[in-house]
């Protein structure tokens, strides 16, 4: 057990204490005493909060099944004009993150917004401000988050119906089934993990969501922490409803693992696998599914950049006010200091665990992924509690200088919890990586005398370039899309495009929350269309 | 106290993988530099394990391993594979798949106190396992049996102390086996290099090896020359393995002879020693019958098999022992199932082994 002690074991205890804080914070936070507010909020706003949650969480997962699997299930077994370029362009609305398109949603519906705009230009003046459907409130959060999340379930459900075998469709033919018995009794129930699978991960997004759900004012446990927090200045209230709602992703992350779990079994095989022929529509089949595909790329993706677009362009007073240019710089800082410190830990704990082989150090590791289900307003709340105790128990006792400087309000505490946010992104990444790579060629390379650090190096790092890139692209999208953490965590005076779209658009000020949302939409897409081969998973085709 | 002059030493070694004992008690050394050693037994017996605890990638159990007079694995001493200077090449394909075949060579020549006589050998190493088509190949763009020589030629060019070949040609073409065979026990003869192949394959063992062991029920049970292992086989474990012969059971008649009860007297020298009047298992393999049409000792033929070069009848006796005979192809009348085929007598074989 000892022998074991080395530089992989450390390393990988670290990362793992780091990740285990906020957890064992939310926890212990649970039974200290809090302020009076508590007391009053909570009987009457919890009740609130969780029944707003509910209705939000079964509305979004109703219309994210429906998007998302009736369009996964247009592009998989249908031939119709367009349908390669949807098959990807319907990935794109995950450069539009929930709160973008909540503004886009407002702007377009609002009085004498955009919708009205359109109107007046085409029918002259009117009073068509009653008769313009308002999206707000809970209705214009779950469209928001439905048109922003959709993806999920798209991308698994996809390809669970892409590596789906002729041999399985023929089958139900054979059985004479009809083509809407063979949908519901063979195609969907085949790719129920996948599906489930996207589900829970848009289950733990819209949970967590901040931005959108702050935006139109509804009260969610999610925003409760956020309002303890920067309202009342109550860390113990904030975590005590952290402690809620991470019960509630407990159980949507254990659904998720054992539905993922579940999910390998439907992996080609290499002998019976069959590659599927797209069934060819009608012409009046052909436009209504490209009608459908095409209203929901539209929805998803062309409705919000134009609308931010066209704000830009109209209001142009606001693209030369905002400091474009810092803000770019403070985007990449981000981004690529937390790329490279997320890529390095990951490297060093899959690199530990496969070549030390201890079960313990595994253990670790698989602890230490479990960041990404913690709500960001969770991780950087808990963090700050976290930094405040320690600073008034431990570091007070030795009288050093205060550490609250250097954690919270800085970079550092910043990146320290986006590595907890995205550490499962990188360590996955790396792995499936490493799983490519024969133990034997370690070995050969050891025999023909490579010290293990040259290995590494010479072997390892010029073989998993392209992981490494590919995991450098996704964390970047992540990290230009988050919100909650950053507005948390970040040094005084320094935004990011999310956070200045945010700051405008809190002060009702949409039209200046345009141009940053607009360069974050199109950053993100930059990123996607990068990667949109690996994300679609169609190595094979 | 005598000086140890053996190059490769290993001493009452358990070889263990993931905490499972695979072979206890080994104990076998290499004497000279460039000595070749084969490793036969059947799959799973731990013969790949054998070979990655010399090369370091496994710890032993128990016991020393010496290379050149030097302890490189005991209880407390595990010297590092990369500093060993052994090395191993894989049964699957384990070339660096992101570099050309070429540079999979040349990485092995890049180790440290090469120095360069040795590496012109590479040109001649190349040529003799005939890779040169395949240099400015990737791993994954050739067979599975050129990937095997072009490893084969990675770990010759790094030129080791000790060389270790896990079934080096069980992916090479029946065809070209033979071929290879020669080549590479050219090569090593030529370089020098001491190796220990592991293999399935008997006439592969008995063909490269100086000397062959024989692993089998968690044991070394036969550390000896191939001519010595094939015609002297120490335990019955060996003789069923090697699949050459039958044990046939005979009553020992005096200094020379035995009898069994279906063949008669049966005369040679005896390895072994045993008392008149002993029963044993006499160890009857398909070359010691002769046929002979005329002779008065006939058995009925339930099968014949041919091997090209010979056939291989099967013959019943009375007691219902099943008695392999090789026969030259070029004989003229072939015996048909359920024909009768004589067996000359007086049977004599030149070394009598009996269990």
């Known amino acids: 057990m000892f022998r074991n002690i080395n530089i992989w074991f450390i390393s990988s205890f670290i990362i793992s204490f780091i990740v285990a804080i906020p957890i064992i914070t939310v926890f212990s936070s649970f039974f200290e005493n809090t302020t009076n507010y508590f007391e009053i909020l909570k009987n009457t706003f919890l009740v609130e909060y969780i029944f707003n949650s509910f209705v939000l969480l079964f509305g979004v997962l109703f219309l994210t099944f429906i998007i998302g699997t009736g369009c996964a299930y247009l592009v998989s077994f249908y031939n119709f004009p367009g349908v390669n370029f949807f098959k990807w362009a319907l990935i794109l609305s995950f450069a539009v993150p929930p709160y973008i398109y909540a503004y886009s949603l407002t702007a377009f519906f609002e009085n004498y917004g955009t919708a009205f705009t359109i109107l007046k230009n085409l029918f002259g003046d009117g009073e068509y401000n009653k008769s313009i459907p308002k999206f707000d409130g809970t209705i214009g959060a779950i469209i928001s988050l439905s048109f922003s999340l959709f993806s999920y379930v798209y991308i698994l459900a996809r390809a669970s119906f892409f590596y789906q075998s002729q041999n399985l469709i023929d089958l139900g033919k054979n059985l004479g089934f009809s083509k809407l018995r063979s949908i519901f009794s063979i195609i969907i129930p085949s790719a129920r993990p996948a599906i489930v699978a996207g589900l829970s991960l848009v289950a733990m997004e819209t949970l967590s969501d901040f931005g959108a759900v702050s935006f139109f004012g509804i009260n969610t446990l999610t925003t409760g922490i956020y309002n303890a927090w920067a309202g009342f200045d109550d860390l113990a209230f904030a975590n005590q409803l952290s402690f809620y709602l991470l019960i509630f992703i407990l159980v949507l992350f254990t659904l998720e693992n054992y539905s993922r779990k579940k999910a390998k079994y439907h992996s080609p095989t290499k002998g019976g696998f069959k590659q599927k022929e797209k069934i060819k529509l009608s012409k009046y089949h052909s436009f209504f599914a490209f009608f459908i595909c095409f209203f929901v790329f539209f929805i998803s993706f062309i409705f919000p950049l134009s609308q931010m677009l066209y704000w830009t362009i109209i209001f142009p007073k606001n693209f030369f006010d905002l400091n474009i240019y810092n803000l770019l710089i403070n985007t990449i800082y981000l981004v690529t200091l937390s790329s490279v410190i997320l890529i390095i830990f990951s490297f060093i704990s899959n690199y530990g665990n496969r070549v030390s082989r201890s079960k313990f150090l595994n253990a670790l590791t698989t602890f230490s992924i479990s960041g990404y289900a913690i709500p960001g307003v969770i991780l950087a709340v808990a963090f700050i509690t976290f930094i405040s105790w320690f600073n008034n128990t431990v570091v007070e006792y030795f009288e050093f200088k205060s550490i609250k400087k250097i954690f919270i309000g800085s970079i550092l505490g910043l990146v320290l919890v986006y590595f907890i946010r995205f550490y499962s992104l990188a360590c996955n990444g790396i792995k499936s990586g490493y799983e490519k790579i024969n133990r034997s060629i370690d070995e050969s390379a050891y025999l023909i005398g490579y010290s293990k650090l040259k290995t590494f190096l010479y072997i390892h790092v010029p073989y998993l370039r392209n992981s490494v890139l590919l995991i450098g692209m996704l964390i970047s999208i992540e990290i230009i899309r988050e919100l909650p953490i950053t507005l948390i965590l970040r040094p005084f005076n320094f935004e990011t495009f999310a956070t200045t779209a945010y700051i405008y658009a809190s002060q009702d000020l949409l039209e200046a929350a345009a141009v940053p949302s607009l360069f974050l939409i199109l950053i993100a897409s930059f990123f996607i269309l990068l990667t949109s081969k690996y994300i679609l998973r169609d190595d094979s085709e | ?355």
């Open chain 2, 1 to 355: 106290m005598t000086v140890n002059k053996n190059f490769l030493e290993i001493k009452n070694v358990n070889f263990k993988i993931e905490g499972n004992n695979k072979v206890n008690n080994v104990s076998f050394s290499i004497e000279k530099e460039g000595d070749i050693i084969c490793l036969l037994g059947p799959s799973g017996i731990g013969k790949t394990t054998i070979l990655r605890s010399i090369a370091g990638l496994e710890k032993i159990g128990s016991g020393t391993i010496k290379l050149k007079g030097k302890t490189i694995s005991s209880n407390k001493i595990n010297i590092e594979p990369e500093d060993r200077n052994i090395s191993l090449s894989f049964q699957e394909n384990s070339l660096f798949p992101h570099y050309t075949v070429e540079k999979n060579i040349h990485l092995a020549t890049e180790r440290k106190n090469l120095n360069k006589k040795k590496k012109l050998n590479l040109k001649k190493i190349i040529k003799l396992l005939n890779i040169g088509k395949i240099l400015d190949k990737y791993p994954h763009q050739i067979s599975a049996g050129e990937g095997q020589r072009a490893s084969l030629a990675r770990s010759l060019a790094s030129h080791p102390d000790l060389l270790l070949l896990d079934e080096p040609l069980s992916n090479v073409d029946q065809s070209f086996k033979e071929e290879i065979q020669v080549q590479l026990k050219k090569i090593l003869k030529n370089l020098k290099i001491t190796t220990i192949i592991v293999t399935h394959d008997s006439y592969e063992a008995f063909y490269l090896g100086n000397k062959c062991g024989i692993i089998l029920n968690k044991q070394l049970k036969q550390f000896d020359d191939p001519y010595n292992v094939y015609h002297f086989p120490n335990s019955v474990e060996v003789v069923n393995f090697l699949n050459r012969g039958i044990l046939i059971p005979a009553k020992v008649t005096g200094e020379n002879s035995l009898k069994n009860n279906d063949l008669g007297t049966i005369k040679g020298n005896f390895i072994k020693h045993y008392p008149k009047g002993s029963d044993v298992k006499l160890l009857l393999q398909p070359e010691d019958l002769e046929h002979d049409d005329q002779s008065n000792l006939k058995l009925e033929v339930v099968d014949r098999k041919f091997r090209g070069t010979n056939f291989i009848y099967t013959l019943k006796t009375n007691s219902n022992l099943l008695i392999p005979v090789f026969v030259h192809s070029h004989h003229i009348h072939q015996h048909e199932i359920d024909e009768k085929f004589g067996i000359k007598r007086p049977i004599n074989i030149d070394h009598i082994v009996c269990f």
